[in-house]
C-alpha cells in the first residue's frame, strides 16, 4: 500500500477532507469488488432507510441534504433492484413512503457486520474513550461539512 504521506511530517498540514476523500475512494472499490449491486450512495440511502422506516421522498432529501430530484432518480434505481419500495401515503396519495425490502436488508447488515468487524481490529489497539472521542469527531466533522458548502 501506498503511503499517503510520505512520512509524519505531512499529517499536521494535510486537510481532514484528502484522508476522508482516500477512505471513501477504497470503500467504493471494496464494494465494487463485494458488492457490486450497490454503490457507496446507495449504502447511505439503504441505511438511512433502514433506520427511518416510512420515510417519504422530501423527508429522505432533506437528512441528506440532497434535491428531492435527486432522490427520486437513486429511488427508482434502488426501486428496480429490488431494494426499496415505494407506496402512496394513505392521507396524501402524492406523497411517497419508502421502505427497503428484504433483499436490501441482508445487504445492509452484511456489510455493516464487515465494517463493525474492520473497526474492531482498527480500533484494538485504542482505548474505548480514544474510540469514543474519534467517533465524536468525526461526527461533528460530518455536521461542519454542511457549513463548509454555505461558507462564502
Known amino acids: 500500500m501506498i503511503d499517503l504521506n510520505s512520512g509524519d511530517e505531512r499529517i499536521p498540514f494535510t486537510p481532514v477532507v484528502l484522508y476522508i476523500d482516500y477512505i471513501s475512494i477504497q470503500y467504493t472499490k471494496y464494494l465494487k469488488d463485494n458488492y457490486p449491486e450497490i454503490t457507496p450512495r446507495d449504502f447511505t440511502y439503504l441505511v438511512t432507510i433502514q433506520y427511518n422506516p416510512n420515510l417519504t421522498q422530501r423527508e429522505l432529501s432533506e437528512i441528506l441534504f440532497v434535491s428531492e430530484a435527486n ?8 426501486e428496480k433492484n429490488e431494494l426499496v419500495y415505494r407506496v402512496s401515503d ?6 411517497k413512503i419508502l421502505n427497503v425490502t428484504d433483499k436490501a436488508k441482508l445487504i445492509i447488515f452484511s ?11 482498527f480500533f484494538e489497539d485504542y482505548s474505548e474513550e480514544d474510540t469514543e472521542k474519534f467517533k465524536k469527531m468525526v461526527h461533528s466533522y460530518s455536521e461542519w461539512a454542511n457549513i463548509f458548502v454555505n461558507f462564502k
Not at 394513505?90 to 406523497?95: G, M
Open 71 to 78: 432522490v427520486a432518480q437513486i429511488i427508482k434505481r434502488l
Open 90 to 95: 394513505e392521507n396524501n396519495k402524492s406523497k
Open 111 to 121: 456489510l455493516l457486520k464487515e465494517i463493525y468487524e474492520f473497526e474492531a481490529k
